[in-house]
């Protein structure tokens, strides 16, 4: 990172960081993470006054004499942590709702429904199937390995895990690219890891599967997740 060299020569760097993984992996000298979405490293547009806050509170960095610092960034910005035009993430509790996991995966898969049948008319091809069951099986396996369960199935459930996972998330990003607005692929990434039910789910299961008694999940649950979310 040009970070640690521009350090090696004497010279004093800050930063700031959108991917909190990413900073704590690379180990810049100084770093200022911040709550906003991709592409918004300052917070929203326009807004000088909150804009200088945050260069502020990274430049205030350089008062850190010995590192590698990051500090969080305490001030979100108003509308800057979910993705214009989206209907995902779910955060209200509708009636009858118990508030698990498993009841908000369902919830926010019945809010996509339209958006993906609109995506498949669109493109008329989609990369979920894999796994050879419909939505409602792919949220019924994953919900029952985040919490820490065997799902009823004659595949190994290593392979049946690793199906469903890429089948949960082609179909949530497949839903989400078919709303209003351009997003880029790593923020759609960016969206599925850090706002949606479903991607919490395969946190979840994978944070289950060292416990888990079978052989084959517990070898597989890595590949569930991006490198930086393990």
């Not at 949530?172 to 919490?200: C, H, M, N, R, Y």
Request: proline fraction near 7%.
């Amino acid at each position: 990172m040009l970070a640690h060299l521009f350090e090696a020569a004497g010279l004093p760097t800050t930063q700031i960081s959108l991917i909190r993984p990413h900073t704590e992996h690379i180990r810049p000298p100084r770093a200022l993470w911040v709550p906003f979405i991709l592409g918004r490293p300052l917070g929203q547009p326009g807004d000088a006054a909150f804009q200088t806050r945050v260069l502020r509170a990274a430049l205030d960095l350089f008062g850190e004499t010995e590192g590698p610092v990051l500090v969080d960034h305490d001030e979100d910005a108003s509308g800057s942590l979910e993705m214009d035009g989206m209907s995902c993430p779910i955060s209200w509790t509708p009636p009858g709702h118990d508030g698990s996991l498993r009841e908000r995966l369902i919830a926010e898969i019945d809010t996509l429904r339209s958006w993906y049948d609109l995506a498949i008319v669109r493109s008329n091809r989609t990369a979920f199937g894999t796994s050879g069951g419909n939505i409602d099986d792919v949220v019924a396996i994953m919900s029952t390995l985040a919490e820490g369960g065997t799902p009823d199935s004659d595949r190994p459930l290593g392979e049946l895990a690793r199906l469903a996972a890429e089948d949960l998330k082609a179909w949530i990003t497949e839903a989400a690219a078919a709303q209003p607005g351009d997003l880029s692929a790593f923020a759609l990434k960016a969206w599925f890891w850090d706002q949606t039910v479903a991607g919490e789910a395969l946190i979840a299961a994978h944070r289950a599967a060292p416990n888990h008694p079978d052989a084959s999940y517990r070898g597989m649950a890595g590949v569930m997740l991006p490198a930086e979310f393990r």
